[in-house]
C-alpha cells in the first residue's frame, strides 16, 4: 500500500531547505495510567508510519532541547526530567489521583526555515482510574488535537478529534493520520475543528495536525514572513 507522506514532512521539506528530512515530534504513552505506578513515557522525532526515528544528535535545530510538561489534575504543570536513549528520550511519573493527566511539549525551534518561523507540539492525555471522555478545557496549546474518546477503542470504531488553538477551535485544518501498519490519510477538519476516521487496524496511531499562515514577525532576533505550526497525539488501538 502506498504511504500517505505526511502534510508535516511535506511543509518541513520547503520550509527547511538546510534540513530536508526534518519531520515530526511525538509523544508515545499508554492512554491509561494505574495509581501509584510508574508511568513510561516516550518522546521521538521522525517519521512514524514508516518507523524513522532520528538518533537525538540528528533532530533539527535545537529541537531536542524541548520541555516535556506534565498536567495532574487541580495542579499546576510541572517540567518531567528526561534521558536521552540515542533515538529518543524516556521518563516516568507516577499518578497519586485520579483523573485526566497531560502530557505536552511546545517548541518552536531557534533556525527560521527561510522566511518562515515553525513550531512543534505535541499533546497526549492519561486517564487514571474510571474511563472517561478527557477534559482539555486546562490546556490551550498554540495548535492541539483533543480526543473525544478513549475508553476501550477497538479495531473498526470510528474515532473523533476536535482541533484548537489557544482553546478555540480551527475550522478546515488539515489532519493526517497514521499508523503503525504504514498506513496513512489526510482529512480536513469541518468548521467546528471535528474529523471523524476508522481505526481500521489494531495498535497505536499518530495523528498530526498543522497550520500556515503568511503572517510577519520576529524570532530569535531574525524576521519572518510566515508561520507554520503543527501538532501530534497518539492513541493505540485495541
Known amino acids: 500500500m502506498k504511504i500517505l507522506i505526511s502534510f508535516f514532512t511535506f511543509l518541513a521539506v520547503l520550509l527547511c531547505s538546510n534540513n530536508g528530512y526534518a519531520h515530526a515530534l511525538w509523544i508515545e504513552t499508554s492512554s491509561y495510567g494505574t495509581l501509584n505506578q510508574a508511568h513510561e513515557v516516550k518522546v521521538y522525532y521522525g517519521e512514524f508510519a514508516t518507523n524513522e526515528r532520528d538518533q537525538v544528535d540528528k533532530w533539527y535545530s535545537d529541537?531536542?532541547?524541548?520541555?516535556?510538561?506534565?498536567?495532574?489534575?487541580?495542579k499546576e504543570p510541572i517540567k518531567l526530567q528526561l534521558t536521552n536513549k540515542?533515538?529518543?528520550?524516556?521518563?516516568?511519573f507516577q499518578p497519586v489521583?485520579?483523573?485526566t493527566y497531560f502530557l505536552s511539549i511546545v517548541k518552536a525551534p531557534k533556525d527560521l526555515g527561510g522566511k518562515t518561523k515553525y513550531e512543534f507540539s505535541s499533546l497526549v492525555p492519561?486517564?487514571?482510574?474510571?474511563?472517561?471522555?478527557?477534559?482539555?478545557?486546562s490546556v490551550k496549546n498554540p495548535l492541539q488535537i483533543e480526543l473525544l474518546g478513549l475508553s476501550n477503542v477497538k479495531k473498526g470504531q470510528s474515532?473523533?478529534?476536535?482541533?484548537?488553538?489557544?482553546?478555540?477551535?480551527?475550522?478546515?485544518?488539515?489532519v493526517s493520520v497514521f499508523s503503525a501498519t504504514g498506513w496513512g490519510k489526510e482529512f480536513v477538519a469541518d468548521e467546528?475543528?471535528?474529523?471523524?476516521?476508522?481505526?481500521?487496524?489494531?495498535?497505536?496511531y499518530?495523528?498530526?495536525?498543522?497550520?500556515?499562515a503568511e503572517v510577519a514577525g520576529e524570532h530569535e532576533g531574525k524576521p519572518y514572513a510566515s508561520?507554520?505550526?503543527?501538532?501530534?497525539?497518539?492513541?493505540t488501538v485495541k
Open 206 to 212: 499518530v495523528l498530526e495536525a498543522s497550520t500556515f
Open 192 to 204: 467546528n475543528g471535528l474529523l471523524t476516521f476508522d481505526a481500521l487496524w489494531s495498535g497505536p
Open 86 to 92: 540515542g533515538d529518543h528520550f524516556s521518563g516516568s
Open 227 to 235: 508561520a507554520w505550526q503543527g501538532s501530534t497525539t497518539f492513541i
Open 97 to 99: 489521583v485520579a483523573g
Open 63 to 74: 529541537v531536542k532541547d524541548f520541555s516535556l510538561m506534565l498536567h495532574t489534575p487541580g
Open 159 to 174: 474515532l473523533q478529534a476536535k482541533i484548537t488553538s489557544h482553546g478555540k477551535v480551527v475550522p478546515q485544518a488539515k
Open 126 to 137: 492519561v486517564i487514571v482510574g474510571k474511563p472517561t471522555v478527557p477534559d482539555y478545557s
